[in-house]
């Protein structure tokens, strides 16, 4: 049976269940004895009080760093290490943020310059390899400041930086801030009539990909890791490279998907960037196998 879902999200728009505040998000996915169609709300505000309220983008990316925090210190934990990893995290996320917005800003000079400070002082807008470049300057200085060897620390890093990417991606979702994929008509596929970019099509709601794709990535990360300190042996880089690696395949798939610009060879920012990566990160690989094995 056929539906017409325009004439579902117009009628659902007016109900008086709807408040200021609150984005839409549709999906015709029914579970047994559901109508057809149901409607999810996005929030992009938990209202607590009066005129307090928090941002669900801020809290999860604040929920993020602390996941990741607690990670990396049982990574430490593991290693034998006595480092906080909850300062590390909280300066290393300072300076991603601080990185992926400038990333953003940048991917559109013309825009940026035209009119800088909305693109500044906005809760919107931050690019993946921005705060990839912001945190690993960040964790480069802190681990020469806690006397870490710096691969070994990056290794260490490696499965929490997923873990709080992942969580942080939720944030993307609940605040309805138009960081979905193209039109879908799989049974999941979700539609965001009041968000940030609204679309009244169902899409592909990739933040929820790709929180699957960063948290399967962060246990494979942390199990390499298992596997190598277990057998008395230093990392030596290994887990890093392979971050590198499977985080920019993950993101250059995801990005088949979104609606992001094209830009270089038919590819977004996003992808060119993830390719960079994932050459970086086998190159790195084999130089190790080739000393180790030298």
């Known amino acids: 049976m056929d539906w017409d879902w325009a004439g579902i999200l117009e009628a659902r728009r007016t109900e008086s269940e709807i408040k200021i505040g609150i984005s839409e998000c549709y999906t015709p996915f029914a579970f047994p004895g559901q109508r057809r169609y149901s409607l999810y709300s996005m929030i992009p505000y938990l209202h607590l009080f009066g005129p307090v309220s928090i941002p669900t983008f801020g809290l999860m990316v604040a929920l993020g760093l602390f996941t990741a925090a607690y990670v990396v210190q049982a990574d430490f934990r593991r290693r034998g290490s006595n480092a906080d990893a909850f300062l590390i995290i909280g300066m290393a996320g300072i300076a991603g943020i601080i990185g992926a917005r400038l990333y953003h800003v940048l991917e559109t000079p013309h825009e940026f310059f035209a009119d800088p400070w909305p693109m500044i002082w906005t809760r919107f807008g931050f690019a993946w390899f921005g705060g990839l470049i912001g945190g690993f300057i960040a964790l480069v200085i802190l681990a020469r400041s806690e006397k870490i060897p710096i691969l070994e620390f990056l290794d260490s890093c490696a499965p929490g930086a997923c873990v709080g990417y992942a969580i942080g991606r939720i944030g993307c979702l609940l605040s309805g801030d138009g960081d979905y994929g193209i039109p879908t008509s799989l049974p999941w596929g979700m539609s965001f009539p009041n968000g940030v970019v609204p679309t009244t099509e169902r899409v592909h709601p990739t933040p929820l990909y790709e929180f699957i794709a960063w948290m399967l990535i962060a246990l494979i990360l942390w199990k390499l890791g298992s ?57 790195l690989l084999i130089s190790l196998k080739r000393r180790q094995t030298a």
């Open 227 to 283: 596997a190598t300190i277990q057998k008395g042996q230093a990392t030596g880089g290994r887990i890093f490279f392979y971050y590198l690696i499977l985080t920019g395949i993950a993101r250059f798939l995801v990005e088949l998907i979104r609606i992001n610009p094209r830009s270089f060879f038919g590819m977004s920012n996003a992808q060119a960037a993830s390719v960079a990566s994932v050459f970086l990160g086998v190159f």
